[in-house]
């Protein structure tokens, strides 16, 4: 059985809605991940994100996992950096993470994340 990308987005949300999970909704971008502030290093293939300064937490959420949607496109990242310039629900991902989403070219969207 085949689930679109959109179905799968969908029933996403509607599970963090319905299991209490917080779902949030951001301006997401990109950056060239390196040394994190989790203290590991990171390349641009990795999905990964930077959480903003109020999310990170101090480091609370260090290689969670966080699914991040934009229409129809979904992305699992790993929480590996802090992102200094992010409002509090803001993401900067990986470049491959924000491929899966959207192309490099558009530079920033808004979309939903959870922490799963």
């Known amino acids: ?5 959109k179905t799968i987005a ?18 997401v971008t990109w950056y060239e991940p390196g040394l994190g502030a989790c203290g590991a290093y990171s ?11 109020d999310q990170y937490d101090g480091g609370a959420h ?3 996992h966080i699914g991040v949607w934009y229409g129809e496109n979904f992305v699992d ?11 509090e629900y803001d993401l900067d991902l990986s470049p491959s993470a924000f491929e899966q989403l959207a192309s490099l070219d558009t530079g920033e969207i808004s979309a939903g994340w959870y922490y799963e």
């Open 1 to 5: 059985m085949f689930f679109s990308s």
């Open 10 to 27: 969908a029933a996403l949300t509607s599970l963090a809605v319905i299991s209490g999970v917080a779902a949030y909704q951001g301006d």
């Open 77 to 87: 990242v790993t929480i590996v950096d802090e992102c200094e310039g992010c409002s």
């Open 62 to 64: 260090c290689y969670e």
């Open 43 to 53: 390349a641009a293939t990795d999905y990964v994100v930077a959480l903003s300064v």
